[in-house]
Structures are given as C-alpha cells and as structure tokens.
C-alpha cells in the first residue's frame, strides 16, 4: 500500500510507522442521531467554545497494516514552549478500522505542537512524531 504524503503537514512517518492527524471541531459529532456511538465516546462531547476532535490513524510503512494494538498518547502544547497537556488517545473501532482519539481545547489563537507517542506491545521503543496545528484563524 502506497501513503500519499500530505503537504499540510498532517502525515509524518517515523520508524516505520506512518501517522496521520486529523484535528476537527467537536461540534461535528453533535449532529448524531440519539444513541449514535459518537456522542458517547471519550465521555460524551464537551461543551466548550474551542473544543476539537483529535484523531490518529497508525499505519506499518512496509505493509500498510493499519496499527490497531497501540497505546497512542498526545502532548500539547504552545509553539515553543516547555512541557504541555498529555492526552490519552482512545481506540475508536469505526467501519472495521480502527483510529485513536479524545478531544482537546485549543483556547488561545495560537500555534500549537502536537507530539504524538505510538507504544506498541511488540517492539520495545516508542515511536514519537511532532505536528504543528494552526488554530489562529479558528
């Protein structure tokens, strides 16, 4: 399988692995209909006014098998400064594959870095990834 890279700056591959961001606002998810597996995901949808969806999708570059056995976590925090927010990614199973997501607040107009850490059960070192995600013109 063949990864298209995107010039957005939403794939990154690293050790092998190919990781996709995707960041998207929560109120996406608030048009379900009742009882949609959606609304009751990560604890239900928050309500504030700059919360986002957060999802990863994990690929092995040499197979293109989609990572479903990973503990993901993500690290957020302002453009260049020290330390930041570690979020537990959850496992969504979606359609037969599976994603890893929760959602973030994103409360300033900022540039934020989104460092996402991949631990596999089966290989020993974690493979970590870095995003800038663009939330001033939000």
Request: proline letters at 4%; hydrophobic letters at 40%; aromatic letters at 8%.
């Amino acid at each position: 399988m063949a990864f298209a890279a995107s010039d957005d700056g939403q794939y990154k591959e690293a050790d092998g692995l190919a990781v996709y961001l995707g960041i998207l606002p929560a109120e996406m998810v608030k048009g379900h209909t009742p009882g949609h597996q959606e609304l009751v995901m990560h604890g239900g949808i928050p309500g504030g006014r700059h919360e986002h969806h957060l999802l990863v999708a994990v690929f092995e570059v040499a197979s293109g098998e989609r990572v479903v056995d990973a503990d993901v976590t993500a690290t957020i925090s302002g453009l260049g400064h020290v330390g930041g927010s570690r979020l537990q990614l959850e496992p969504m199973k979606i359609e037969d594959t599976v994603t890893y997501g929760n959602f973030v607040d994103f409360p300033g107009s900022d540039i934020y870095e989104v460092n996402i850490l991949v631990k596999r059960p089966s290989i020993s070192r974690a493979v970590s990834v870095q995003f800038n995600y663009d939330h001033r013109s939000q």
